[in-house]
């Protein structure tokens, strides 16, 4: 299990059993990602000739608003663990995967389905949709299975109401006058009340993603795609399929009106 942090590490391994072995990474750093490859290569980590599975699931949505109050770095920041780190990371244990024949798994999400908020986490997982369905194709006749879980909103870190309400305002006061009086003075705080709202209606049984990922792992005909939480399988991915008008419409119901703008 590669973690960012020695102290996420031994929680990790206090909390599992003694099988599991750790290692430190960064997804955005390349000589990470190289010493990881080196480490899973040596016999004491992986016993086998090759590695059986690989999940990726590193991921960040902050810094997340509307896309005017954002900088290229902003989306840059996100990309570059979400997206470019995953591609970095699968690209480098592929050859021990197409070895064994063995299966990758990528965490995307509904929000790579249908874009509802801006920033990078959205263009991040419509990201990974595509690496994924690309690869999948490539790796098929090495007998190599590629799935791609599709979480709704989970009660984790990344949908912290009171973090990404920091965030909205800290990008508010960094805007010109002229962009603040264009949206109004009470839109971020509209704007973190709607985050507040998706965050109650998310769920905490977070064996929903788990068990998606064991049966991507382990099963003998993993699907192509995994829908977790039943606001992905009854709201977000059939919402996918309608007409842009309607999905808009529905999106606008949870985003505030701005002060220069029409209902």
């Given at each position: 299990a590669a973690c960012l942090t020695d102290s996420g590490a031994a929680q990790l391994r206090a909390a599992t059993s003694d099988r599991l072995q750790t290692?430190?990474?960064?997804?955005?750093?390349?000589?990470?990602?190289?010493?990881?490859?080196?480490w899973v290569r040596e016999p004491h980590a992986i016993p086998s000739p090759g590695l059986w599975g690989l999940v990726n699931n590193a991921g960040i949505v902050i810094p997340t608003g509307p896309n005017e109050w954002l900088t290229k770095e902003d989306f840059v920041k996100v990309l570059d663990v979400n997206l470019l780190g995953l591609v970095e990371v699968t690209l480098s244990l592929l050859p021990l995967l197409r070895r064994a024949r063995g299966r990758v798994v990528n965490v995307a999400s509904v929000m790579g389905r249908v874009s509802f908020f801006g920033g990078g986490y959205c263009i991040s997982k419509y990201g990974v949709e595509a690496f994924s369905d690309s690869l999948r194709r490539e790796m098929r006749p090495f007998g190599v299975q590629v799935s791609i879980i599709e979480p709704g909103g989970f009660q984790t870190g990344i949908t912290d109401p009171a973090s990404l309400g920091k965030?909205?305002?800290?990008?508010?006061?960094?805007?010109?006058?002229?962009?603040?009086?264009?949206?109004?003075?009470?839109?971020?705080?509209?704007?973190?009340?709607?985050?507040?709202?998706?965050?109650?209606?998310?769920?905490?049984?977070?064996?929903?993603?788990?068990?998606?990922?064991?049966?991507?792992?382990?099963?003998?005909?993993?699907?192509s795609r995994y829908a977790a939480g039943w606001d992905a399988r009854l709201i977000f991915l059939p919402l996918s399929y309608c007409p842009a008008w309607l999905s808009d419409t529905i999106a606008g119901f949870f985003l505030p009106i701005p002060a220069n703008g029409t209902p």
């Amino acid at each position: 299990a590669a973690c960012l942090t020695d102290s996420g590490a031994a929680q990790l391994r206090a909390a599992t059993s003694d099988r599991l072995q750790t290692v430190l990474l960064d997804v955005t750093s390349s000589k990470s990602i190289a010493d990881v490859t080196a480490w899973v290569r040596e016999p004491h980590a992986i016993p086998s000739p090759g590695l059986w599975g690989l999940v990726n699931n590193a991921g960040i949505v902050i810094p997340t608003g509307p896309n005017e109050w954002l900088t290229k770095e902003d989306f840059v920041k996100v990309l570059d663990v979400n997206l470019l780190g995953l591609v970095e990371v699968t690209l480098s244990l592929l050859p021990l995967l197409r070895r064994a024949r063995g299966r990758v798994v990528n965490v995307a999400s509904v929000m790579g389905r249908v874009s509802f908020f801006g920033g990078g986490y959205c263009i991040s997982k419509y990201g990974v949709e595509a690496f994924s369905d690309s690869l999948r194709r490539e790796m098929r006749p090495f007998g190599v299975q590629v799935s791609i879980i599709e979480p709704g909103g989970f009660q984790t870190g990344i949908t912290d109401p009171a973090s990404l309400g920091k965030v909205f305002f800290h990008l508010w006061e960094r805007l010109p006058a002229e962009t603040q009086a264009a949206y109004g003075h009470h839109y971020p705080d509209k704007y973190a009340k709607s985050t507040t709202v998706l965050a109650r209606l998310s769920s905490s049984r977070l064996s929903r993603v788990t068990d998606a990922m064991t049966h991507a792992l382990l099963s003998r005909c993993p699907r192509s795609r995994y829908a977790a939480g039943w606001d992905a399988r009854l709201i977000f991915l059939p919402l996918s399929y309608c007409p842009a008008w309607l999905s808009d419409t529905i999106a606008g119901f949870f985003l505030p009106i701005p002060a220069n703008g029409t209902p």
